[in-house]
């Protein structure tokens, strides 16, 4: 029985129109005989709802096949999500008389708690019912974001003012070849993540770039960039100089503390000075395979332009860290950092993180408001 993630019914709840979106990272193991996967638990949050009650933590369970529906449900409905492909009108019914949330691949689902209620239902199109796999990104998606095409879209979600400014800027910020800039931001309109306006581009799908950008980055261009990963005492780092910048956990101190994970980015490291130095001076120890500490190359150049403004926009999240005055990375690679741990409480604090990111989009002067989480 095939494990499915929630980033794969995040793809399905956007073909289908549900504005339901999954944050958190599958936790359960699932043996051939079992009639169901324990998913573990993420947040359920409702897309353009405007609540303070409009997430709530759920424990996902997937049937792939409902024959056993009945016989291994679980008797406390309050936080249980039941995912299936296909969920007939009978059993849906059955499922909402109990209390249960749930969602399928044709379009129908219900959640329901104090402040939300959503209820959608009679959709029975196999059009968008198609299997979910296992996450493997299509031709066009591991096309969009190789190692090197990937510094571009990361380079437009820290600093989307640069979307008007001349490609050789943009190719700069984002440390590539001017024919790698020309040739992603081509490939961003083509999806429909930009769009070509007269003076330069304009963001239109910033949410779905984030998520899309985000998740591939820990197996795509993070790992080209890394140039070790072990354990260490992190106290140590205290009364280290700044040799580049923090990201994960150890960068927001303020919203999570007590985590032994570090994500840390040096600059021009091209013959591993840095890195080494940072070995040295924390006494870590390399493990390749379960290292909580990861040192990598960093891959973005802020632009004198919009340096200042930039900086501004991080203040908010600026406060000092377990690594005392370093500077914290870009937060759309802090996000990705805090999703690639696998922790549900990091990808609590991640939701917060793509808060602030729609906050200083929303607000940026270079880019229309509104634009940057259009659908």
Do not use: C
Request: glycine share 6%; hydrophobic share 35%; no cysteine.
């Amino acid at each position: 029985m095939p494990i499915v993630t929630f980033e794969d019914w995040n793809e399905s709840f956007l073909q289908t129109g549900l504005p339901f979106e999954l944050l958190g990272q599958v936790q359960g193991k699932t043996l051939e005989d079992e009639p169901f996967a324990d998913m573990g638990e993420a947040k359920l949050r409702i897309k353009n709802f405007e609540s303070v009650n409009a997430s709530k933590i759920v424990h996902a369970l997937y049937f792939p096949n409902l024959k056993y529906l009945r016989f291994t449900l679980p008797q406390s409905v309050d936080k249980f999500f039941i995912l299936s492909p296909s969920i007939p009108p009978r059993v849906a019914e059955l499922l909402r008389e109990q209390g249960f949330m749930f969602a399928d691949q044709r379009g129908n689902g219900f959640a329901s708690w104090p402040g939300v209620h959503i209820d959608v239902r009679g959709k029975t199109s196999t059009d968008s019912s198609k299997k979910i796999k296992r996450r493997t990104p299509d031709r066009r998606t591991a096309s969009l974001f190789t190692p090197r095409r990937a510094q571009v879209s990361g380079a437009l979600l820290a600093q989307p003012a640069i979307l008007r400014s001349p490609i050789r800027e943009i190719a700069d910020s984002a440390s590539v070849s001017v024919g790698t800039a020309i040739q992603t931001l081509e490939l961003l309109t083509e999806a429909g993540y930009l769009r070509k306006i007269e003076s330069g581009y304009r963001l239109m799908k910033g949410d779905a770039l984030l998520d899309s950008w985000a998740h591939a980055y820990p197996t795509g261009l993070g790992v080209s960039q890394q140039t070790f990963r072990g354990n260490g005492d992190l106290n140590r780092f205290k009364n280290i100089e700044p040799l580049g910048w923090i990201s994960g956990e150890q960068a927001v101190p303020k919203l999570i503390s007590g985590g032994n994970t570090a994500h840390i980015y040096v600059n021009d490291d091209s013959d591993d000075k840095a890195t080494n130095k940072i070995i040295q001076q924390g006494r870590l120890r390399r493990d390749d395979t379960e290292g909580q500490v990861l040192v990598r190359r960093a891959f973005w150049r802020q632009s004198k332009k919009h340096n200042e403004s930039y900086h501004k926009r991080n203040l908010s999240l600026a406060f000092p860290t377990p690594f005392n005055m370093w500077p914290i990375a870009p937060l759309p690679v802090i996000y990705a950092d805090l999703l690639s741990v696998g922790d549900p409480r990091l990808s609590e604090v991640a939701y917060i993180i793509k808060t602030q990111i729609q906050e200083y989009t929303d607000h940026d002067e270079f880019t229309e408001r509104g634009h940057y989480f259009s659908s």
